[in-house]
């Protein structure tokens, strides 16, 4: 049976018909509602094993999988996770992070448990014994991961990471309150459609002053959006599977995918500190103390504080003086890589990512280990921790965390620096590389100034509060559906309500000439002020653009208009729905007419609308964006063909790229020669960027 229905296809008009970011819609059937509603409650309250309101029976609370191999595909691959677990079982009292090697043993079968099940009744006994059983950091991992690659769980809404751990997103004191209300039984708290509804003003780590200058981007660095972006990338591509049968993760190029995320994550993070007048992001040098120290504010489940760093901190210490040595080696072999001939360009920088990454897919995986993972147990030095005395785990061990620290984008850059010479390797672009023949941008139209703003902003971390076994009946709706974020047989809901970075839409218009029919990419950037001679500054800034869209466009001979709204800009998605409004929809549709619509307008894939611009100043902040329009290059394999793009990201289909041209056309290679930009398919503009507050703390 399929899971959905399709009910409605909206059509974008263009004069140039424009391949856009999805916009159809499906519907869920009631065989897709109880998927969607099990594994919403099955991430209620993880740490807590006796609160889950629906009555399972007595199979799940007994079920051991290494008793039930035959129904799991595979399961000759499970045999080893079988032994570990029955002999070194792994709960919370450790931490985990798929950074330790330990750790990773664990992650890998426990995934494969979930995907290898053969049906949905295997499956969820497989995941209720992991939810009594489990370390829960390992579990929701697991279970994410398994989720996201599952053929049979393909547009199944998993509520946001930081709803379902918010203590990896929130501060120690939004923690604390939110538990104190739910102890003193939501004493004054009034209710809202009948639940008890709590709004907690959340600030971020700077609001009693910042540590340091960097400490003034608190707000993008801790946005839960950019940070939960980077968790769903990391677990869509796992470093440690070549991925699904048929769905290999190399068919996306992975690596120069690895490389371009992170390329274009430090390039945002600039353009956001030329707002602040800051310059370059330095360097990361492992042998050099750093001059700024970190504090997270962030706190363990358990009530251990994430570890701070001073500052004038050194990581050069006894500790890390293996992991240093490590690198320096690491070094000199990816060096040997970068120097070869290499006939591909496209190939040779999918290889350096794998190589870079320390993926399954390397060259040789063993040869070249993972020089980024080095450069996070450098950071990650600290006091022992745990049985095991691996050392208590920083942001940095974390995907959900690791951008926090300003420190990050230096060791990227640090990194990302071996593409750059790669990128000297092969010969530089020159005007025939760049020229569209027969296509001229006549005219762009967008507003001479955009504006970017601060608004609050609700997340549901009902969650990070313990709750007490729900009564026995109760007259809510919801707890009676499934929803265990009650009191006394009562809805709760907890908000963490936090000023975030948003902006006013904008609009584009390129009039363009073709003397044929034919199609063409057109791509827009934003990138730093031009300041001086345009060929200088195109040399000095070719690495400082970022990416806002990327489309197929079908031109006609002659005169074309090509409009385009930010709102509609391919890859960005809408905040997401909150765990309770996901419950009410689910429960609306499986007991009424309600539809539950499903498409890709808040894909786990996508980057946050809200943060394709950097803030800007109140007075103004210029800044310049390029326009290209530009040949057609089919990619391998047609966009959207092998999966269904209104309910997959279309993980290792191979399929999710537009065309086949490098990732960051054409500043992925060093620019000498800045006149070759000097072409009719080409556009500057200059724009300013107006914030219209300056705060951003909320209380």
Not at 235 to 246: A, H, N, Q, R, S
Not at 475 to 496: C, E, T, Y
Request: with cysteine.
């Amino acid at each position: 049976m399929k899971s959905y229905t399709l009910v409605a296809l909206a059509a974008l008009a263009l004069f140039a018909t424009v391949t856009s970011k999805n916009i159809e819609s499906k519907t869920a059937d009631q065989d897709f509602l109880v998927k969607q509603k099990f594994i919403l409650e099955i991430l209620q309250h993880v740490y807590q094993d006796d609160v889950l309101v629906v009555k399972y029976d007595s199979s799940y609370y007994e079920y051991k999988p290494w008793e039930h191999v035959a129904d799991y595909h595979k399961h000759e691959l499970l045999e080893k996770f079988f032994e570990l677990w029955q002999h070194k079982p792994m709960y919370d009292d450790e931490i985990f992070s798929i950074m330790y090697e330990r750790h990773v043993e664990y992650a890998v079968g426990l995934t494969r448990l979930f995907y290898f099940a053969k049906d949905w009744t295997t499956f969820t006994h497989a995941v209720f014994w992991a939810r009594q059983h489990v370390n829960k950091q390992l579990f929701i991992y697991a279970l994410t991961v398994a989720g996201l690659h599952r053929a049979d769980m393909q547009g199944i809404v998993y509520p946001a990471i930081y709803e379902i751990h918010p203590w990896s997103f929130f501060d120690v004191e939004t923690i604390e309150v939110a538990e104190r209300y739910r102890m003193h039984n939501f004493h004054q708290v009034k209710k809202l459609d009948n639940i008890y509804n709590v709004a907690i003003k959340t600030n971020y780590s700077n609001v009693h002053g910042n540590l340091h200058h960097e400490h003034e981007l608190a707000y993008f660095l801790e946005d839960v959006g950019l940070n939960a972006f980077y968790y769903y990338y990391n677990l869509d591509y796992p470093f440690w599977t070549k991925g699904v049968e048929g769905k290999e993760l190399n068919k996306d190029r992975r690596g120069e995918f690895w490389i371009y995320t992170h390329w274009q994550l430090l390039t945002r993070y600039y353009l956001e500190r030329l707002s602040h007048n800051m310059g370059d992001v330095e360097v990361f040098d492992m042998f050099e103390a750093v001059e700024h120290g970190y504090y997270s504010g962030l706190r363990y489940y358990n009530g251990v504080n994430f570890p701070n760093r001073d500052d004038g901190y050194s990581f050069y210490r006894p500790d890390n003086v293996e992991y240093t040595r490590l690198i320096v080696m690491l070094n000199s072999r990816i060096m040997d890589f970068v120097h070869k001939e290499h006939k591909d360009d496209i190939k040779a920088v999918n290889e350096l990512g794998n190589i870079l990454q320390g993926n399954v897919d390397s060259v040789d995986r063993k040869y070249y280990d993972s020089i980024s993972k080095y450069y996070r147990y450098i950071v990650n030095e600290g006091i022992p921790y745990g049985k095991y005395q691996e050392t208590l785990p920083t942001t940095f061990m974390h995907y959900e965390t690791a951008i926090r620290d300003p420190l990050f984008f230096q060791i990227i850059k640090q990194v990302i620096h071996y593409y750059w010479h790669l990128a000297e390797v092969f010969p530089e672009y020159t005007v025939k590389d760049y020229v569209f023949e027969g296509v001229k941008i006549d005219k762009v139209e967008m507003p001479d100034h955009l504006t970017t703003y601060f608004e609050y902003f609700d997340a549901d971390i009902s969650n990070a509060v313990n709750v007490e076994i729900p009564a026995e009946s109760s007259a809510d709706p919801l707890v009676n559906f499934g929803r265990n974020s009650q009191h006394d047989g009562n809805s709760f809901v907890i908000k963490a309500r936090q000023y975030r970075l948003n902006h006013k839409p904008f609009q584009f218009k390129l009039d363009v000439t073709s003397d044929k029919a034919q199609k063409a990419i057109v791509k827009v950037y934003i990138g730093p002020q031009q300041i001086g001679d345009k060929y200088n500054y195109i040399e000095k800034n070719y690495m400082n653009f970022f990416e806002l869209e990327h489309i197929v466009v079908d031109l006609v001979a002659g005169a074309n208009v090509i409009t385009r709204n930010s709102d509609d800009f391919s890859w960005w998605i809408e905040d997401r729905t909150t765990y309770l409004e996901l419950y009410k929809k689910v429960m609306d549709a499986t007991n009424s007419d309600y539809k539950f619509a499903l498409n890709q307008r808040e894909a786990h894939c996508g980057v946050p609308q809200r943060l394709m611009l950097p803030i800007g100043k109140k007075g103004g902040m210029p800044y310049q964006f390029f326009f290209m329009v530009y040949p057609f290059h089919e990619p391998a394999v047609k966009q959207f063909s092998t999966y269904d793009p209104v309910i997959s990201c279309g993980i290792g289909s191979g399929a999710r790229w537009g065309d086949s041209l490098p990732f960051g056309f054409p500043f992925n290679r060093p620019v000498k020669h800045g006149y070759y930009f000097d072409v009719d398919n080409f556009h500057f503009e200059p724009v300013v960027i107006y914030h219209k507050e300056d705060a951003v703390n909320v209380v």
